[in-house]
């Protein structure tokens, strides 16, 4: 009998770090993303007060305009789902990301910086089989008219529907299958967004301190403020499904299952991920072969 070929755990193979912005801090921040043991999952580092937290559903602390996870002793990071998307894109189970302020720079707006970085840092095989999580019932959550389920599926599929009720982001809606090398090329270059009306209201309240029209997309009333314009036709509906992947991920593990929802955000995406989990029912660990396509993975080189 032939024995299946496991899909392994992945881990950097040296160190990378870079600085920049923070989107709603304002704050110049150093990152540095480090190899990580098998089984040790994401870990977030404040090294400016000298705390750290593993990666869960239950850490997210806020859900205001972006993802904040934090500690009982009340230490956050903001801002990680870009970061969290380009992770789940590459395929990284373990990893130590360390910063030194409360917030992960914001780059460019999309998630392709941080997937550089992670190939930069090249990408390892480790010694122990990559563990996903397969839905095995639907799985619903609700906020007024909004909505967010998963349901069974042999692949990470989001379906996502939008309208904003503004002339230049018309109402859509698109499924996309989550896999091969679709995410580098079809997802991680979609960049944030926003709406000028939003963006004093936002700085009134100390959000969007760094924001400007190099790290985001800006709506005006009757145009895209960019003079560069738009890096895909429906680059609002990629960075939401960006921001969707990203918010799942914090559950710690790859999810095969369909994603359907409509208006979603931080909020009610971190909401169904506890609802998935509240019910082992709900879910089962496996492992998967070598030779699989339900993930999207960059190229690795096997460890010594």
Excluded: W
């Amino acid at each position: 009998m032939r024995l299946m070929k496991k899909l392994m755990q992945r881990t950097l193979k040296k160190s990378v770090e870079a600085s920049g912005i923070g989107l709603h801090s304002g704050r110049t921040v150093y990152l540095r993303l480090d190899p990580a043991p098998v089984d040790t999952g994401i870990v977030f580092r404040r090294t400016d007060v000298g705390a750290e937290f593993k990666v869960t559903p239950d850490c997210v602390m806020d859900t205001m305009l972006c993802t904040k996870m934090g500690n009982a002793e009340g230490v956050t990071v903001s801002t990680v789902e870009h970061l969290m998307s380009a992770l789940y894109g590459v395929g990284v189970d373990n990893v130590i990301v360390s910063l030194d302020a409360e917030e992960i720079p914001i780059f460019d707006g999309s998630a392709a910086p941080f997937v550089y970085l992670l190939e930069d840092a090249g990408l390892v095989a480790q010694e122990k089989a990559k563990k996903v999580i397969k839905v095995m019932r639907k799985v619903e959550v609700k906020d007024g008219d909004k909505r967010a389920s998963f349901s069974p599926s042999d692949h990470f599929s989001v379906s996502l529907e939008l309208d904003y009720n503004h002339p230049i982001v018309p109402a859509q809606s698109n499924k996309f299958l989550i896999n091969g090398d679709f995410y580098r090329s079809g997802i991680a270059r979609a960049r944030t967004f926003c709406f000028q009306g939003d963006v004093e209201k936002m700085q009134s309240v100390g959000l969007a301190l760094g924001g400007g029209l190099d790290n985001a997309i800006v709506v005006g009333d009757f145009s895209i403020l960019n003079s560069t314009g738009l890096r895909y036709n429906d680059e609002f509906m990629r960075h939401k499904v960006l921001d969707c992947i990203g918010d799942l991920y914090m559950i710690g593990h790859p999810i095969i299952g369909a994603f359907e929802a409509r208006m979603t955000g931080h909020g009610l995406n971190n909401k169904l991920l506890r609802a998935l989990m509240a019910d082992p029912m709900n879910y089962r660990f496996m492992e998967v072969p070598s030779d699989s396509d339900v993930l999207p993975l960059a190229p690795i080189e096997v460890a010594a």
